[in-house]
């Protein structure tokens, strides 16, 4: 019985998303070849590893044995491949950064043009989302966050704290000066879709008027002029059509850090880029607060 390393990759992955198409995307493959594989493998195992259903893929009991059993080969891998990473010194090939996307124009693009001047034999590679990407499975080498803490399993260094405000277009802003106890529209995101009590308390007024699962979204919005809405103060002051509006004062918000995984912390192409990242933000940290 023998059975190729790629084709137990792909029934990790049809297991992991449940469809042809989700393991397609995660092995950045074709959907034909997936179901290649997941033929070929069914073949050189002689068993069934999944029900083909008209919504998906459901895994076998062998199928969910053989997903166990690729998951841990993989996570072996992976572990190779960072005690490996962490070892290189040299300052070419591919470095994987990722980082908000509304984070990445006014302050990481700038770090990366310096680093790209110094290091022109590095090639970097941006997955800008707000998705906290898996930095043991090596989805990417640096990540830069906005959060609380960077993780048990990562090593992190704080940029800068920061805060956030009330933004809305200048017209808003022109009404609330005029007359305070005009009534505001508020934008909120899905996660705390609620006017703030302290906005409340001091402008009674105000109203939950959208609510939004995307912060580029709430952006365009506000600079609509369909309401006012919170924001990080440096996302707030960079965009064009925005000003701060004195509804909610500034707040404490989530720090930004760089963080990765511990193996690869100290590898030089991780490392160099650091040696820029951390002076712009020390350089810029007031954008950041009030």
């Known amino acids: 019985m023998q059975i190729d390393w790629d084709d137990l990759k792909t029934v990790l992955a049809v297991v992991r998303g449940g ?10 493959l074709n959907y034909t070849t997936v179901s290649r594989r997941i033929l070929r493998a069914e073949a050189a195992l002689g068993e069934v590893l999944f029900e083909r259903l008209a919504d ?11 997903a166990e059993h690729a998951a841990g080969m993989e996570a072996r891998q992976d572990d190779l491949l960072r005690r490996l990473q962490g070892r290189d010194q040299s300052l070419n090939g ?3 950064i990722t980082a908000p996307q509304l984070l990445v124009g006014p ?4 770090v990366m ?11 970097i590679r941006l997955r800008a989302t707000n998705d906290l990407l898996d930095l043991t499975r090596r989805e990417a080498d640096l990540a830069i966050r906005i959060s609380r803490s960077p993780g048990d399993t990562l090593t992190g260094l704080r940029l800068c704290s920061q805060q956030s ?21 508020w934008i909120a995101y899905e996660q705390n879709p609620r006017v703030p009590q302290v906005v409340l308390e001091q402008y009674p007024n105000t109203r939950l008027r959208l609510v939004f699962d995307d912060m580029a979204a709430m952006v365009g919005a506000a600079q609509a002029g369909l309401g006012a809405v919170r924001m990080p103060l440096f996302l707030g002051r960079a965009t064009p059509g925005l000003v701060q509006v004195p509804l909610l ?10 963080v990765a995984h511990r193996d690869v912390w100290r590898a030089a192409k991780p490392r160099a ?18």
């Open 19 to 28: 469809t042809l198409a989700a393991a397609a995307a995660e092995l950045d």
């Open 273 to 290: 880029f650091r040696e820029v990242l951390v002076p712009w933000f020390k350089a810029n940290r007031l954008l950041f607060v009030a």
């Open 113 to 123: 043009a310096r680093f790209a001047e110094a290091h022109p034999q590095v090639q």
């Open 94 to 96: 591919e470095l994987v």
């Open 107 to 110: 302050h990481v693009a700038p």
């Open 56 to 66: 998906g893929y459901r895994a076998t009991d062998a199928g969910r044995l053989v």
């Open 165 to 185: 405000a009330s933004f809305a277009a200048p017209g808003l802003a022109e009404r609330l000066a005029a007359d305070p106890a005009t009534a505001v529209d």
């Open 249 to 258: 004062p500034p707040q404490p918000y989530a720090d930004i850090w760089v």
